[in-house]
């Protein structure tokens, strides 16, 4: 597997933003996250279940094309739309960091976007391919039956 090059990456005393091309990842730091990875870790089954659980509702690890659109407000608060999930909230202190950061999203959310359109005309694309292929192999199997059949009734 090879490892996903990074396009951006800020860091704040609370948790540490990396982008790539694919994906969003967010990293706690701190003594919360401390407490929430010696908990699971101590037990093995809270790391199933847990582990899924707060990943339900608070996801931190999000791929580029499951994000509907990215919007910063005046602070430099920025919100990551999510579908099925509620929106992430991360509030960079620099707002330099976070305008650099909307902007490389949003091209990232084109991309992948242009990208599943793309992957979406060409599975038509091969569908109808097939069809066809399907319709003209039924149509010369049509006529070697009635091919067949005429020579059946002259013997």
Do not use: C, W, Y
């Not at 982008?19 to 101590?42: C, P, R, T, V, W």
């Not at 909307?102 to 091969?126: C, G, M, N, P, Y």
């Amino acid at each position: 597997m090879s490892k996903a090059i990074t396009v951006f990456e800020v860091e704040t005393p609370h948790f540490k933003i990396r982008l790539s091309e694919d994906m969003l990842n967010i990293d706690l730091k701190g003594s919360f996250k401390n407490e929430i990875e010696e908990a699971i870790e101590n037990k093995p089954v809270l790391k199933e279940t847990v582990g899924k659980i707060l990943g339900v509702f608070v996801p931190l690890h999000v791929r580029i094309s499951d994000i509907d659109s990215v919007d910063m407000d005046e602070t430099g608060k920025i919100t990551v739309v999510l579908p099925h999930h509620r929106d992430i909230v991360i509030p960079l202190e620099r707002k330099e960091d976070a305008e650099k950061l909307v902007e490389k999203l949003k091209q990232l959310i084109s991309k992948a976007e242009t990208d599943r359109l793309q992957e979406i005309k060409a599975r038509r694309r091969a569908e109808a391919e097939k069809i066809q292929r399907s319709k003209v192999r039924s149509s010369a199997e049509r006529k070697r039956q009635r091919k067949r059949s005429r020579a059946d009734r002259r013997v």
